[in-house]
């Protein structure tokens, strides 16, 4: 089946810096990628869609400002986390739409702010 | 607004035993419903899809039925194994975007 890496796997970075997270899709080209949050014991969250070539598009209560995204091309989305905080601490995951319209989802970057 | 709700929140049962997840969602107006396997840190593992014109899909020891009118869906699996130990997570396609629910965590007793 189709394959999405991310990198990091997981990343720990102190309070008031930025990380980058990337989302590729390995063998398919997606016009659309997918971010997600997830809390401990909580479900996935969609934070915003991706979309090669444009704007992302958030979801209501999240910053854009902070969390930004860039579809650059279409195997690679990149998710920063700008001046992070500690209740950013989360596991961050992606998708990518493949053309036959599934998703297909990254194995997810832990991400912690000390 | 879509939600999605799976019940149990969580289910130990002795290996060998056959178990229902269950995951009802409020708006029957969807594409299609997943299943997930997700381990401890991990990502997402996709277990079964059921199109929203389909009743049923089966794969090896699961099977997953829909009844889209009642919004309901149940995950089936028969002679369960420690292996199948994981969160077990039931999403929706009512558009472009999944929507997720919290998940059953599964442990199965050796």
């Known amino acids: 089946g189709a394959v999405v890496s991310q990198h990091p796997s997981w990343v720990i970075c102190k309070s008031g810096t930025s990380v980058k997270i990337e989302c590729r899709s390995l063998?398919?080209?997606?016009?659309?990628m997918f971010w997600y949050r997830q809390f401990p014991k909580q479900s996935l969250m969609l934070m915003a869609t991706?979309?090669?070539?444009?704007?992302?598009?958030?979801e209501q209560g999240v910053e854009k400002d902070k969390f930004l995204i860039n579809h650059a091309s279409l195997t690679l989305s990149t998710l920063t986390v700008t001046s992070a905080h500690p209740e950013d601490s989360s596991f961050y995951i992606c998708?990518?739409?493949?053309?036959?319209?599934?998703?297909?989802f990254g194995p997810g970057t832990r991400l912690t702010v000390t | 607004k879509q939600e999605v709700t799976q019940i149990p929140a969580a289910l130990s049962v002795p290996e060998g035993e056959n178990l229902v997840l269950n995951c009802s969602f409020t708006?029957?107006?969807?594409?299609?419903l997943q299943w997930f396997r997700q381990d401890p840190g991990k990502g997402l593992t996709s277990l079964l899809l059921?199109?929203?014109?389909?009743r049923e899909q089966t794969s090896g020891r699961l099977n997953a039925s829909l009844d889209k009118s009642s919004g309901r869906s149940t995950l089936y699996i028969a002679a369960s194994q420690p292996g199948d130990s994981a969160t077990y997570l039931c999403?929706?396609?009512?558009?472009?975007?999944?929507?997720f629910g919290k998940g059953t965590r599964l442990h199965i007793l050796p």
């Open positions: 999403a929706v396609k009512p558009d472009d975007k999944i929507i």
């Open positions: 063998d398919f080209q997606a016009t659309t």
């Open positions: 998708s990518a739409r493949a053309p036959t319209l599934e998703q297909y």
């Open positions: 991706s979309n090669e070539g444009s704007k992302a598009t958030y």
């Open positions: 059921i199109q929203s014109s389909q």
């Open positions: 708006d029957s107006a969807i594409y299609n």
